[in-house]
């Protein structure tokens, strides 16, 4: 995850404080500049850690197989039911 987030972090940074300047300025309301801002870099950590288990997902397909397959021997209903 962290590899994928130190390659984007200047662009993405650039652009959300870019973006929340231009509304802070527009709107003239730091409350919503900074909530925006906020919510944008919980979306990019978001982003990050879920590029990071596609990746792994779709480089080790037969692994994640295999620990689907092994979770419903061993019971898991929440893969199970996924499954399904």
Request: charged share 15%; hydrophobic share 55%; glycine share 8%.
């Amino acid at each position: 995850m962290w590899a994928h987030y130190k390659r984007t972090f200047v662009p993405m940074q650039l652009g959300m404080w870019l973006a929340a300047c231009l509304l802070i300025v527009t709107t003239r309301d730091l409350t919503s500049g900074f909530v925006f801002l906020a919510v944008m870099q919980i979306g990019s950590l978001l982003g990050a850690a879920l590029a990071a288990r596609v990746k792994r997902l779709t480089q080790f397909p037969a692994a994640a197989a295999g620990r689907r397959r092994a979770s419903l021997v061993n019971g898991d209903r929440r893969v199970a039911a996924g499954n399904e």
